[in-house]
């Protein structure tokens, strides 16, 4: 089992300050879709990124094979809708550690 980082690129790069009510809609079942990984443990964290560059998001996620983050992508609702890019880094040697839950 290996962690990776998953990157959303969005497709503007003003695209979290200028979402249309559809864009929103997307992004809104793309946060819910990427809640079923995360209660299953296969992601550790999931944010949007404040970038000035450039709006993306990211996750963290553990998975065997390529093809298990091919999956996650192709059923992805920000991806069905072409929000932007999605592509993985392999990261070799994470540390984690399990934090205290907020007070």
Known sequence: MSWYLYRLHAHRSDFAQT??????????????????????????????VADPEHSWGMCVVRAETE???????????????????????????PVVVDLPAPA
């Open 19 to 48: 979402m249309s009510e559809q864009e929103m809609a997307t992004m809104m079942e793309h946060v819910e879709y990427w809640r079923g990984p995360l209660a299953e443990g296969r992601v550790l964290i999931y944010s949007p």
């Open 67 to 93: 093809a298990e983050l091919e999956e996650l992508r192709d059923n992805d609702p920000a991806h069905l809708a072409g929000i932007g890019r999605i592509d993985w880094l392999l990261l070799p040697l």
